[in-house]
């Protein structure tokens, strides 16, 4: 996607990305005084004081991924709420969720890409927290990492879409689902083989 290495897009997509994660947490949050959920490596003891969108500018700077890496990750994101429905996305895991995300789709898909130790500085974590996150996200997904073209596309189009629509940061209730367990809702079931996906609204 040329667009993507324009700087004023990826720097919205950015934006764009945070909110919606920024709304998701916060939704699951709420939800979570009345649902059991499971503590895992990626739950901090207290909420992490810099900002999502702060965060995620950080490993935008740093990272020097590919600026696809940002798109698969949001769906490595959705992949693993599908999967794990106990481990919604909240305030407790998301900077460490996106860390870990970021950090395999640039090891998986780019060329080059800096180590663990790096994006541990990066990320603000040791080196050892890096590696377990890793390896705890890489079962989280069930090691399903390829993305094809035309899940790639499902995914980039919505966030475009959405962007059109609801500029960051008002976005609409129904805006994100990453997995049914979110209770904000959209959804893609990623049927590679019949290149369909569908919207879920509650």
Do not use: W
């Not at 005084?33 to 702060?54: A, C, E, L, Y």
């Not at 993305?147 to 959405?162: A, D, G, I």
């Not at 500029?167 to 990623?190: D, M, Q, W, Y």
Request: glycine share 2%; aromatic share 12%; with cysteine.
């Amino acid at each position: 996607m040329a667009e993507l290495e324009n700087p004023n897009v990826m720097t919205n997509l950015i934006t764009f990305l945070s909110s919606l994660l920024q709304k998701v947490a916060e939704s699951n949050d709420v939800s979570c005084r009345f649902q059991p959920q499971k503590i895992s490596v990626f739950h901090g003891m207290t909420r992490p004081t810099i900002s999502i969108q702060n965060y995620l500018d950080r490993i935008y700077k740093y990272a020097n991924c590919s600026p696809s890496c940002f798109i698969v990750a949001y769906v490595y994101l959705d992949r693993f709420a599908q999967r794990q429905p106990s481990l919604p996305i909240n305030s407790f895991n998301v900077h460490r969720m996106l860390i870990s995300s970021v950090m395999v789709v640039a090891k998986f898909m780019d060329d080059m890409y800096y180590n663990n130790a790096y994006y541990a500085k990066v990320g603000g974590i040791s080196t050892t927290e890096m590696n377990f996150l890793e390896v705890d996200f890489l079962f989280g997904v069930g090691f399903h990492l390829n993305v094809t073209p035309n899940t790639f596309h499902t995914y980039y189009s919505y966030l475009q879409r959405e962007m059109m629509l609801q500029p960051p940061p008002i976005i609409a209730e129904s805006s994100l689902s990453l997995g049914r367990s979110l209770k904000v809702h959209l959804c893609f079931n990623e049927e590679e083989s019949s290149h369909q996906k569908q919207q879920l609204a509650v």
